[in-house]
């Protein structure tokens, strides 16, 4: 008798701990797909308490709040806030300046497409890998050739680059089940020589509207002088 009951006690303990092992508590901004034996059953489970088959299901999870990949320099790593970290991406203008681009993309996944992604790309980590980062490092090398160096350091070619780098991942993130929110470049880092030479033709340009000034004043106070001995 006293045998049955540790026997029974022993199976319901299990049977709790089994029910537990089933429980599955998805927090506001995720959304989680059922997967049994590794394959994805096409269930996707939202935020809140849900049940899914003790041992036999499994999940994976996905944020779909906005999420940042951001490049920077070493240096300035340290500062950034961004879910996923990288180095800048090297690149050449058009007239063959070398240029270091640091950027943002902020994004979110689509929890209509939840699914989709974890049939097709797997996790969050391979979905920045294998699509944010790879669509954005190609563009971000590949838009700023069109432009001059001199375009992209007084900021009109920036913005055009910018906007152009939007336009061409805002489908290519749609297709793989992501929204794309923002694409921001923060620094564009010329080549030190460069810097100076512009530097140094922006010198020369204001010693050249200071002389033009001097001239025209000097015109000005010549003909006020022959106004005067006229009259």
């Known amino acids: 008798m006293i045998k049955n009951l540790s026997i029974g006690a022993v199976v319901m303990v299990l ?10 508590t998805i927090q506001p901004g995720e959304v989680a ?12 489970l939202s935020p809140g308490l849900n049940l899914v088959i003790p041992l036999v299901e499994q999940t994976l999870r996905y944020n779909t709040k906005k999420i940042t990949y951001e490049t920077a320099p070493a240096e300035k790593k340290s500062l950034s ?21 640091s950027y943002t993309v902020r994004f979110s996944v689509d929890p209509t497409k939840a699914t989709w992604v974890a049939q097709n790309i797997g996790p969050e980590d391979a979905l920045v ?35 152009a ?35 140094a033709k922006q010198v020369e340009l204001v010693k050249v509207e200071v002389e033009k000034n001097k001239a025209a004043q000097e015109e000005f106070k010549k003909e006020q002088r022959i106004t005067a001995a006229e009259g």
Request: proline share 4%; charged share 30%; hydrophobic share 40%.
């Open 15 to 24: 049977a709790f701990f089994a029910l537990l092992s089933g429980i599955r």
């Open 33 to 44: 797909v059922v997967t049994r034996f590794g394959k994805v059953t096409g269930r996707l």
């Open 81 to 101: 806030s961004a879910d996923y970290k990288d180095i800048p991406v090297d690149t050449n203008t058009k007239d063959g300046q070398p240029v270091d681009i």
């Open 129 to 163: 890998e294998k699509i944010v980062k790879t669509e954005s490092r190609v563009w971000v090398r590949n838009v700023p050739r069109g432009d001059s160096a001199e375009d992209l350091y007084t900021g009109e070619g920036s913005l055009r680059v910018q906007n």
């Open 165 to 199: 780098i939007f336009e061409k991942l805002k489908p290519v993130f749609e297709t793989n089940g992501l929204i794309l929110d923002l694409v921001g470049i923060r620094e564009i880092a010329f080549d030190k020589s460069y810097v100076e030479a512009i530097k």
